[in-house]
């Protein structure tokens, strides 16, 4: 018998988290043929997608995929996304969260067949500020104009 990945159960944990802290859940995915997603907001391979209760109708997680519906540009759109697709999921607003390793077939390349792939690893904890930083980066010409803002910590 193969031992069951613990991503799932993370995640279900994470989210479960956030919605009762009242912040609002994000899931970082990494996109393939497998997910259905709206593609017009995929970048570089990957999308951040909002899986608050406010967002999403009919959420369901569980060991193999999340699937919901949602509105991308007012058009209503079912989303299924493998959980070995799964890259992270952190709070909007703190950036707390978990992200995870991509996993690896024996050819080297991308696997995200949730229902076939063998229990998935689970990176070490990342920086929150590290990974949000990926997640939310900023096109090269935004970055050269300075901001008014300021950071506190």
Known sequence: MSEQSAKPYLV??????????GYTPYLAVRVDTKTRVPTGFVKNGEI????GPLATHQLTMDNDWVLFNARFNGQSQEVAVPFAAVIGIFAKETG???????????????TTDGASAPALGIAAPVSVKEKSKKLTSVPSAAKSKVSHLKVIK
């Open 12 to 21: 279900r944990a994470l989210y479960e988290w956030c919605v009762e802290q």
């Open 48 to 51: 951040v997608l909002n899986v």
């Open 96 to 110: 707390y969260g978990m992200g995870f390793q991509p996993t690896l077939d024996a050819a080297g390349s991308d």
